[in-house]
């Protein structure tokens, strides 16, 4: 049975990770009208992501007693200067979102709740996966740069991400 504490610390991340779906949303419909159809397709599934995170928490709360909570859409930003400067926006979202997991796994051990501990363990390894992933798609702009060409094979690059492949596309850019 959950405590009423981990309850409320585990509706709180369901609002982030919602927030996190509408949020890449809003990114990928940018990437759309911007003609980054890579970058695009890559972050509405990201996005479906998010809001399986957000469901993983739902089923949790209700299967332990609780009472999972569908929270409010926050309206997000829909103007972004750049493709990089949205995946810098994401990095630094992420990061936020690793801080909150930490902070509930704290929450968990100070409260000695073992199962919610371990429940949790799946967002600490995906947060450390997030990271390494969106850290390395920032990187691919340090290596190939922010022009026409380089944009191109980095949406390439996003595409093969999206469907489930880490491509090619910056050896050739390269070439
Ligand atoms: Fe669910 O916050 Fe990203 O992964």
């Known amino acids: 049975m959950l405590s009423k504490k981990i309850e409320k610390e585990l ?7 919602g927030e996190a779906s509408f949020f890449y949303l809003s990114m990928a419909s940018w990437s759309d009208n911007a003609g980054f159809e890579g970058a695009a397709k890559f972050l509405y599934g990201h996005s479906e992501e998010e809001r399986e995170h957000m469901l993983r928490l739902f089923t949790y709360i209700n299967d332990a007693g609780g009472h999972a909570l569908a929270p409010g859409i926050k ?18 979202h992420e990061q936020a979102v690793t801080v909150a997991i930490n902070k509930l796994v704290d929450v968990c051990l100070q409260e000695k709740d073992h199962s919610t501990f371990n429940f949790l363990q799946w967002y ?33 690059e996003l595409e093969g991400l ?4 880490g491509l090619p596309a910056i050896e050739e850019a390269k070439e």
């Not at 509706?11 to 990770?17: A, P, R, S, T």
């Not at 390395?136 to 980095?154: T, V």
């Open 162 to 165: 999206a469907s489930g492949s």
């Open 124 to 156: 600490v390894a995906e947060q450390h996966e997030e990271e390494r992933l969106f850290k390395s798609i920032l990187d691919k702009f340090k290596i190939i740069g922010n022009d026409g060409k380089a944009l191109f094979w980095i949406d390439k």
């Open 75 to 92: 309206t997000p930003e829909h103007q972004f200067k750049s493709l990089q400067q949205i995946f810098e926006t994401v990095l630094k």
């Open 11 to 17: 509706n709180k991340q369901i609002v982030l990770e």
